[in-house]
């Protein structure tokens, strides 16, 4: 559809795409016709995350017909996160949606999403409440991959909460500020503070080709959540070493203390001696958790994460 009006807001659609080259057309044919009922104009950017089989080419074809359409193609496949954080530079709506290109996420939700951020959300999820395809191997899957984020790191993931979400201008700007690499938007997007309102779906059957997160993508996923939203495995270490410690110092004081008062047969020299290599490895636990304790504010600044993101200002005296 050309763009019209020049007055219209603008919605900026992010869709990361490999081996999707059935799904691309379906895709922004399903796209166009929910927008249109909306009062946006719309960019609609594709990136192409090294695909195998024609997806670049579908996107270099509906690109040149739709002047709000916009393709990126990455020299080798650098992942879904990347993809998504490619777009997200590249987008400049007023409104920014980011979807599977694969139609599990239901363009007529946007409709939806749009009214809610109407209300004065930032931050649009939406929650899968159960995907009809998916076979037992992706349902427990994805069941353990909530369960261990949730145990393990610092981040409340909701389980069917995926990368089908609108946010709004400001959020846009803020995520794509952070100068951290690489972005785990799902833990981000409640880590920035703002408003989120959240929306649910049923999914549907993937339509063509096969997912491609395999098992190995996961763990990475579970892994850059872990490592970028959490200090619970290095502060772990530290808690294990000073209870090794604390508890063999104790053994310790109190076998040699039964040796030299009541029985010096009680304990052999061996067993003290073994408690002793006990205690020394607590110590040196405890050590290493200190040199992690150092590595967790390395870590922190590194990342180089704001201190504090500003949501709303009163007024800005004019210079
Ligand atoms: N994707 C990507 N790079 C990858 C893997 C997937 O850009 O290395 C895209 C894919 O085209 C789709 C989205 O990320 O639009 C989600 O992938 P998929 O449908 O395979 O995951 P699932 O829906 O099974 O979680
Ligand atoms: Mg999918």
Redesign the pocket.
Do not use: C
């Given at each position: 559809m050309p763009k019209s009006a020049k007055s219209k807001p603008l919605l900026s659609v992010v869709?990361?795409?490999?081996?999707?080259e059935v799904?691309i057309p379906i895709t922004y044919n399903e796209l166009t016709k929910n927008i249109d009922t909306t009062k946006f104009d719309y960019q609609i950017i594709f990136?192409?995350?090294?695909?195998r089989d024609g997806?670049w080419s579908e996107i270099e074809k509906i690109a040149r017909k739709d002047s709000g359409v916009e393709g990126l193609n990455f020299s080798r496949?650098?992942?879904?996160h990347?993809?998504?954080e490619a777009g997200l530079q590249q987008a400049i709506g007023d409104v920014v949606i980011m979807?599977?290109?694969?139609l599990?996420h239901p363009p007529s939700l946007i409709p939806k999403l749009i009214e809610e951020w109407e209300k004065g959300c930032d931050i649009v999820n939406t929650v899968r409440l159960s995907?009809e395809d998916?076979g037992l191997f992706?349902n427990v899957s994805?069941r353990l991959f909530y369960a261990f984020m949730n145990t393990f790191s610092d981040l409340r993931l909701k389980d069917g909460e995926?990368?089908y979400r609108l946010i709004s201008k400001r959020a846009l700007v803020t995520l794509n500020s952070l100068p951290e690499a690489p972005k785990f938007y799902r833990g981000l997007i409640n880590w920035i503070g703002y408003d989120v309102a959240r929306v649910e779906y049923v999914a549907q059957a993937?339509m063509h080709?096969?997912?491609?997160?395999t098992l190995k993508?996961m763990i990475e996923l579970a892994r850059l959540g872990l490592t970028s939203f959490s200090m619970k495995p290095l502060k772990i270490i530290i808690t294990i070493g000073m209870a090794l410690t604390a508890l063999s110092l104790l053994a310790l004081v109190v076998m040699i203390g039964v040796k030299l008062f009541v029985n010096p047969e009680y304990f052999t020299n061996n067993a003290i001696l073994i408690m002793f290599l006990v205690l020394m490895t607590g110590v040196l636990t405890t050590f290493q958790g200190i040199i992690a304790v150092y590595l967790v504010d390395i870590f922190n600044e590194a990342k180089g994460r704001p201190t504090y993101i500003v949501k709303d200002i009163t007024k800005k005296r004019d210079e």
């Open positions: 869709l990361p795409s490999y081996n999707e799904n990136v192409n995350d090294g695909s997806t496949n650098f992942g879904h990347a993809a998504l979807m599977d290109a694969d599990q995907t998916a992706k994805s995926a990368d993937r080709g096969k997912s491609s997160y993508k």
